[in-house]
């Protein structure tokens, strides 16, 4: 040992050149970089997956006789060893997390179902309320009592508990990337209470975002009563809200995308497994309770063939643009409105709703009907050019006023309106039987367009629509609607929503001040990183790696370790950056710079 020490020390670089990678960090991160420098860089010569013969994998082992370790040599071989022991059982921590998530897809997939149902109710009961107000004028004062009356409750509940206010997934987001603190019991009470009285009034709003923020906090629940450590309970956030909208659309796959692309915005194979189980959990019991029949059961979406797909280009753009309209709309009207007290916004929206119940009852809740009216080809064109016109205005107005409630699926109606009125248009030149088509895959278009989460996008279509015959003309739409998008510098939907959140909310506060933790990143082919080794990368302050998966084996890598493609990194955080490393590493990880 004492040979294998001076070998290391005469070979090890000095101190300095670690350079921008040895950091001022926490005393476990200086202790898993001393230890880091004892291994040697080849996989086998530490191998966590296994125990082979000549490594210690105890700190009870007995030293070899031979092995008259000084003080500090004894330090950082136990720490070594119990690195060794912490990261060795990275795959049982997994499994016993995916086995816990089941716990969590429990409590998300009961909940989602439960409020899924009273909108769904909610909205179904405003139509006849306001077929009946169209019979019956004078009933009208009664309706606007009540709307002053719901106005006040529902302003008084979005101030007491703010995060429960509009969509809901940004704050799930500004829980993970921002380290903010989430009151799981409050947003409950709110979410139900306000949303389902918003529902009762048809305002254009959707449950799915208010749904994942539901399953968030159900997740968060079930990990406080656990007990469970600050890392884990972020996974455990993270696969309520992959069980959130799996249960709200009975979209598994979607669910999973959705944890890892847009709320979680990286790849864990903890966090994989736990949104995995979550999300399948969640879909069994919306599948359950309400049955098996799709979200929206579309008709015959008929197949298209190869002389077709050069209408993908001009469906794609318009996707795109009307995806791009829809988020100008939400940011302008938001802060249109944001001058307005609560209580004033919101019943501007109630008697907005009034007057679509009344003229456009279409037009009324997240938009379901609308879309089967859409892709079913229902009237005339001028009509479906009015509903997209007033569905995008009256969404707008629902949450800009601040209430609980989602834009997803708005977003995805809005899509479906204008794909069915672009094949409307083109009816002598298309065949009219693939209306219903184009108004499905435009629906994904306009959703990646708006959000920026093509992958999610495409495979919430393809599960909605039942078929994957409709594979490649979905990703064609999704790809160029999201190109436009990226051409016309629209920001994504989510993120430039929990920037104005932290701003109103926040102001003070610029970084994630949550507790030390690891994060998973893979190396993607092209990233700036390849070939290097890791000292030589400039990586965040307060960051270090721990760890690399490659070719199934994971091993402790020291600073002379070169970074191939596909490796997965095992980040060590301080938290006083949280957030600022995590989108530095992905920067360092990615591709796409």
Not at 109 to 138: D, E, M
Not at 520 to 535: F, H
């Amino acid at each position: 040992m004492m040979k294998l020490w001076r070998r290391f020390s005469e070979e090890r670089p000095a101190k300095a050149s670690y350079h921008d990678y040895d950091v001022s960090v926490s005393h476990t991160a200086h202790a898993v970089l001393d230890a880091s420098a004892l291994v040697d860089d080849d996989a086998q010569a530490f191998d966590l997956s296994s125990s082979a013969p000549g490594k210690r994998t105890s700190t009870h082992e007995p030293a070899p006789a031979d092995a008259a370790l000084t003080p500090s040599t004894t330090h950082r071989t136990a720490y070594r060893t119990h690195t060794q022991e912490l990261l060795s059982g990275s795959h049982r921590l997994q499994w016993s997390t995916a086995a816990k998530g089941i716990l969590c897809g429990v409590a998300a997939g009961l909940l989602v179902v439960a409020y899924r149902a009273a909108i769904a109710y909610g909205n179904s009961w405003a139509v006849g309320l306001y077929a009946f107000l169209a019979a019956h004028p004078l009933a009208i004062a009664g309706w606007a009592v009540a709307a002053i009356l719901a106005a006040a409750a529902i302003a008084k509940l979005v101030t007491w508990e703010p995060m429960a206010a509009g969509s809901g997934i940004p704050q799930v987001e500004g829980v993970l990337l921002w380290g903010l603190k989430m009151r799981w019991w409050s947003i409950l009470l709110v979410r139900f209470s306000a949303g389902i009285v918003c529902g009762f009034f048809g305002m254009s709003l959707g449950r799915e975002g208010p749904s994942i923020q539901i399953g968030a906090a159900a997740a968060q629940g079930v990990a406080a009563k656990l007990g469970r450590s600050r890392v884990e309970q972020e996974n455990f956030i993270a696969a309520g809200a992959a069980a959130g909208l799996s249960a709200a659309f009975s979209a598994p796959l979607s669910g999973m995308m959705f944890a890892l692309e847009e709320v979680y915005r990286s790849f864990s194979p903890v966090v994989l497994f736990t949104a995995t189980t979550a999300a399948l959990t969640a879909d069994f019991l919306s599948k359950l309770f309400l049955g098996f029949m799709p979200v929206l059961k579309f008709t015959a979406i008929a197949q298209m063939d190869l002389a077709t797909y050069a209408w993908l280009v001009p469906l794609g753009v318009v996707s795109g643009l009307t995806g791009a309209a829809m988020n100008k709309l939400l940011l302008d009207m938001q802060t249109a409105l944001g001058h307005l007290s609560a209580f004033w916004r919101i019943l501007l929206a109630l008697a907005l709703a009034l007057g679509v119940g009344l003229a456009f009852p279409l037009a009324l809740g997240g938009g379901g009907s609308l879309i089967r009216f859409a892709e079913q080809g229902g009237g005339t064109m001028l009509l479906l050019a009015a509903l997209l016109l007033v569905k995008m205005l009256f969404t707008a107005t629902s949450f800009g006023s601040g209430v609980p409630g989602g834009i997803f699926l708005p977003i995805l109606t809005v899509g479906a309106v204008a794909g069915s009125l672009f094949a409307r248009t083109m009816e002598f030149s298309l065949d009219q039987k693939y209306v219903s088509t184009f108004a499905v895959l435009a629906m994904a278009g306009a959703l990646a367009s708006s959000v920026k989460a093509p992958i999610t996008s495409m495979l919430l279509v393809i599960e909605m629509s039942g078929s994957l015959v409709h594979m490649f003309p979905v990703a064609a739409v999704t790809l160029i609607s999201l190109l436009v998008s990226d051409a016309l510098h629209v920001k994504p939907i989510y993120h430039a929503l929990l920037d104005r959140y932290m701003a109103k909310n926040h102001p003070e506060k610029r970084e994630s001040t949550v507790d030390s933790g690891l994060m998973a990143l893979p190396v993607e082919l092209g990233s700036s990183i390849l070939g290097k080794a890791i000292r030589d990368v400039a990586w965040p302050a307060d960051t270090q790696v721990v760890s690399v998966r490659r070719a199934g084996r994971e091993f402790v890598p020291n600073a002379r370790t070169i970074i191939h493609p596909g490796d997965g990194l095992v980040v060590l955080y301080t938290g006083t950056n949280q957030r600022t490393a995590r989108e530095a590493l992905s920067v360092l990880c990615s591709a796409a710079y």
